[in-house]
Nanobody, 123 residues
Framework: QLQFVESGGGLVQPGGSLTLSCEAS????????MSWIRQVPGKGPEWVST???????YYGDSVKGRFTISRDDVKNTLFLYMDSLKVEDTALYYC?????????????????RGQGTQVIVSS
C-alpha cells in the first residue's frame, strides 16, 4: 500500500519561503521518479517539479528559478523548497510517485499521490 505524508505547508507572505516534505512508504522509493503537483479549487492539477531516480530534476516554467526539488532515498523523503513565493503559488501541494511532465492520466495520478499540504501566500 502506497503511503504519503506531506507536511510543511502554511501561510506565508509574498516573497517568503517554505519547505515542503513528503515521507513515502510502500515501495522502493529510490527506484521511482517523484513529483510535486499542485491544485487550486476548480482547476485541474498542475505539475510543478520532478526528481528522477537518477537525480535529474525538472521544473515547470512558473516555478523555475524559485523552487528546488530534492530527495533523500535513505529516508524515503521528497522535499520542495519554495522561495520568492507569489500569491499565485497558493494551492494544495501533494507529492506523487511518477513523472507527470506534459499530459498525464489523472486516474494514474489519483492512485499515486498523497492528500496534500495547503500553501497560502497572502499579505
Amino acid at each position: 500500500q502506497l503511503q504519503f505524508v506531506e507536511s510543511g505547508g502554511g501561510l506565508v507572505q509574498p516573497g517568503g519561503s517554505l519547505t515542503l516534505s513528503c515521507e513515502a512508504s510502500g515501495w522502493r522509493f529510490g527506484d521511482y521518479p517523484m513529483s510535486w503537483i499542485r491544485q487550486v479549487p476548480g482547476k485541474g492539477p498542475e505539475w510543478v517539479s520532478t526528481a528522477k531516480a537518477s537525480g535529474i530534476t525538472y521544473y515547470g516554467d512558473s516555478v523555475k528559478g524559485r523552487f528546488t526539488i530534492s530527495r533523500d532515498d535513505v529516508k524515503n523523503t521528497l522535499f520542495l523548497y519554495m522561495d520568492s513565493l507569489k500569491v499565485e503559488d497558493t494551492a494544495l501541494y501533494y507529492c506523487a510517485r511518477g513523472d507527470y511532465r506534459g499530459s498525464f492520466d489523472s486516474r494514474i495520478l489519483e492512485r499515486n499521490r498523497g492528500q496534500g499540504t495547503q500553501v497560502i501566500v497572502s499579505s
